[in-house]
Nanobody, 128 residues
Framework: QVQLVESGGGSVQAGGSLRLSCAAS???????????LAWFRQAPGKEREGVTT???????EYADSVKGRFTISRDNAKNTLYLQMNSLKPEDTAMYYC???????????????????WGQGTQVTVSS
């Protein structure tokens, strides 16, 4: 049984930083290390949107809204995904989710339905 557990959310003022973590269990290291991984977010009343992805060799993709401010990384030995968020803005306020895709190599930012494992989410609130 795959489990994804996010942590690290909180309330910060605009310009502040947070580091989110997503710990995965139910996978052996050899399986987890070949999967691409993603962070999504969802604000109240809005659709879930892709934030960033990282593939098995560390290549990354970012939504335009977070480029230059957010950094995704992974530690395969710990089965953990990270999201470093700097220069936070009020519009970054949302519930943040990590996700594992249906296909190990396919992590589209625009298609959340391509992911079949989600964490419970961690809330990020940025005040102005």
């Amino acid at each position: 049984q795959v489990q994804l557990v996010e942590s690290g959310g909180g309330s910060v003022q605009a310009g502040g930083s947070l580091r989110l973590s997503c710990a995965a269990s139910g996978y052996t290291y050899s399986i987890y290390s070949i999967y691409c991984l993603a962070w999504f977010r969802q604000a109240p009343g809005k659709e879930r949107e892709g934030v960033t992805t990282i593939d098995s060799i560390g290549s990354t993709e970012y939504a335009d809204s977070v480029k230059g401010r957010f950094t995704i990384s992974r530690d395969n030995a710990k089965n953990t995904l990270y999201l470093q968020m700097n220069s936070l803005k009020p519009e970054d306020t949302a519930m943040y989710y990590c996700a594992l895709p249906k296909k190990s190599w396919y992590c589209p930012l625009s298609y959340p339905h391509q992911y079949n494992h989600w964490g419970q989410g961690t809330q990020v609130t940025v005040s102005s």
